[in-house]
Each structure stands twice: as structure tokens, then as C-alpha cells.
């Protein structure tokens, strides 16, 4: 079945660092590819999506591209800050927009 | 757009009482909505997959008659947790998609933590 795979955390990094939280998945067909974040205590929002092979998605700095040869979709920032404290989760989903799988999350935690 | 709300945020009760949270699509219709669970520091665990009209999909070790789940309409999905116990306390998620088709997010609702005393 489908899966998706994520760095182990927490990452600690320090503010303006700059950030990558790797990404693979392992799914047949052709499935969307999604980061979600979830602030404390919150749920998930939309961080961004992808949906076909070398699609970029980006949002509030963050960028991520829809890689199939190496089937990752790996998740960056160039300058974190505070506020981006959180758990990002990777997730995908299959031709029909069901079946979402979701990563294990990785807590990031950016110290001023 | 695509606004998902649940309800309550927070809810602490004792053991054997049955706690009801809804959720609901506040600018969009939604045919499909899901429900998960989440441990603390760990992912989502699907729980269900709701359906409007229908009987709602459990997955796999989830038990349908703990987990009560109502989709009457196209903008609320209820979940139910019968006869709560300690051990089931958590964050429940719901989520809801907008459309069926793959390049459509899952928007999610804040999330309900359940304390069972």
C-alpha cells in the first residue's frame, strides 16, 4: 500500500537557519503530494501541494517539489523563524483524492 | 475558503459518559468527511471515512460501536464516543474534502481533545 516516510525529529535549529525536512513516499498511479503543518494545541493547515511530477508548491516561504524519479517531496525553508515552530507532516493521496496517508510528523522547534 | 470547524475544542468528562463532537463545513459542501486520532507526539490514525447519506467506512482495529459516526448532511459529520473510557482519551480530528478529485486538499477541522477521568 501507499506510505509515506519523514525525517525523524525534532529538529532544533536556530532562527534564520535554513531548513530541510525530507520527504518519500511509495504509492502506485500518480497521487498528490501535500505538507501540513499543526501549531500547538491546533489542528492541521494547508501548508502546500503538489500535484503532478515536478510541481513546485510554496507558501509562506516554504517550497517543496514533486519529485518522482527519486519519489520525494522534501520540504524547505531558506531563512526559519520562531513563529515556524511546529509538526510538519507529509502526506499523500491517492487518484481520487482518498485514502490519505500522512507521514509520522517532524516537530521543529527554531530558537531566536 | 474551505473552513472545517469542530466542536467542542476541549472536553473533560468521566469514565462511562458518551461525549458527541461535530463537524462541519462552514463555505463548502462536503460528500466526504474524515475522522481521525492522534496520540500525542504521533501521526493521524484514520479512524473513518464518512460518507453523506451512507454508513461511514471504519478502518481497520476501530471499533463502530465505540466510534458513532452520523453524516446527515453535506456540511456536518458527527462523531460519538460511547461509554468513554481513560483510555480513550485523545485528539480527535475531522477532516473534509472538497471534491473528489486528487489535486484536492483535506482541510481540517482544530481538533477536539478528550480527557476521560
Known amino acids: 500500500g501507499n506510505s509515506v516516510t519523514q525525517m525523524e525529529g525534532p529538529v532544533t535549529l536556530s532562527e534564520e537557519a535554513f531548513l530541510t525536512i525530507n520527504c518519500t513516499y511509495t504509492a502506485t498511479g500518480y497521487p498528490s503530494l501535500f505538507w501540513y503543518v499543526q501549531y500547538p494545541g491546533e489542528g492541521l493547515q494547508l501548508l502546500l501541494k503538489a500535484t503532478k511530477a515536478d510541481d513546485k508548491g510554496s507558501n509562506k516561504g516554504f517550497e517543496a517539489t514533486y519529485r518522482k524519479e527519486t519519489t520525494s517531496f522534501h520540504l524547505e525553508k531558506g531563512s526559519v523563524q520562531v513563529s515556524d515552530s511546529a509538526v510538519y507532516f507529509c502526506a499523500l493521496s491517492d487518484n481520487y483524492g482518498q485514502n490519505f496517508v500522512f507521514g509520522p510528523g517532524t516537530r521543529l522547534s527554531v530558537l531566536p | 475558503g474551505a473552513v472545517v470547524s469542530q466542536h467542542p475544542s476541549w472536553v473533560i468528562c468521566k469514565s462511562g459518559t458518551s461525549v458527541k463532537i461535530e463537524c462541519r463545513s462552514l463555505?463548502?459542501?462536503?460528500?466526504?468527511m474524515f475522522w481521525y486520532r492522534q496520540f500525542p507526539k504521533q501521526s493521524l490514525m484514520l479512524m473513518a471515512t464518512s460518507n453523506e447519506g451512507s454508513k461511514a467506512t471504519y478502518e481497520q482495529g476501530v471499533e463502530k460501536d465505540k466510534f458513532l459516526i452520523n453524516h446527515a448532511s453535506l456540511t456536518l459529520s458527527t462523531l460519538t464516543v460511547t461509554s468513554a473510557h481513560p483510555e480513550d482519551s485523545s485528539f480527535y480530528i475531522c477532516?473534509?474534502?472538497?471534491?473528489?478529485?486528487?489535486?484536492?486538499?483535506?482541510?481540517f477541522g482544530d481538533g477536539t481533545r478528550l480527557s476521560i477521568l
Open positions: 463555505d463548502f459542501q462536503a460528500t466526504t
Open positions: 477532516s473534509a474534502s472538497i471534491g473528489i478529485h486528487s489535486n484536492q486538499p483535506q482541510h
